[in-house]
């Protein structure tokens, strides 16, 4: 046989043999080393536990604004990206999130005028 037959020649699943064979070492190095990804598993499961304690504890506090004030939009929409974030698998940001929401809601920052309306929010919204 020459060299570019046995090129050709397949394991039964169309697979080349020497494709063949670096999956094959591909799969021995994954299999040889599982116990580095379950320390990260349990680490990231801690860090997203507490991500997801400290948003709700920061929404039991925005509940207590109305919900036509425009403080409460902007701190839900930093708990939304926590929570987010969270589910992508990045809790880094998540205490920085969180502390701005809770800053946002206590300071309550951002005040309409007397007969003014945020465009596109609240229950009587036209959008």
């Excluded at 080393?33 to 925005?62: I, T």
């Excluded at 939304?80 to 300071?107: K, N, S």
Aim: proline share 6%.
């Amino acid at each position: 046989m020459t060299s570019r037959a046995s090129a050709r020649r397949s394991f039964g699943s169309g697979v080349p043999a020497r494709w063949a064979c670096r999956a094959g070492f591909v799969a021995l190095v994954i299999v040889a080393a599982p116990g580095a990804g379950w320390a990260q598993d349990a680490e990231f499961a801690e860090e997203a536990a507490k991500c997801e304690r400290a948003v709700d504890d920061a929404r039991s506090l925005l509940v207590q604004l109305p919900a036509s004030d425009p403080s409460r939009r902007f701190a839900e929409s930093d708990l939304l990206t926590a929570m987010t974030e969270m589910a992508a698998g990045e809790v880094d940001e998540c205490p920085d999130l969180v502390a701005r929401a809770r800053t946002v809601i206590e300071t309550r920052p951002y005040r309409l005028r007397p007969g003014e309306r945020m465009h596109g929010y609240g229950p009587d919204s036209q959008n």
